[in-house]
């Protein structure tokens, strides 16, 4: 599971990624649930601020960054 927040809002979403991947719909839907309309306080997910990462075997969260494929999708990348 990934949480997304922007912290300019104070807003959060929880998603569940696919092997380390946020499908076209899911980067529309954080877009969406982080930030409002015409605001430039983001990406193109709608994140703003540090994001975590949880594996499905509950491991402990880990900062990461995301990158936008061409597609619309999303890849979880961890942070460095």
Known sequence: MITLK???HGTEITL???CG???KS????AKKALCC????CSNEIGTRGYQSW?????SERQRVVL???QDGSAEI???V
């Open 37 to 40: 309309g015409e605001c430039t």
């Open 21 to 23: 991947r946020l499908s």
């Open 26 to 29: 899911q980067v529309r839907k």
């Open 6 to 8: 922007n912290d300019f």
């Open 67 to 69: 990158s936008v494929a």
């Open 54 to 58: 949880q594996q499905a075997d509950g």
């Open 77 to 79: 990348l961890p942070y």
């Open 16 to 18: 569940h990624d696919k």
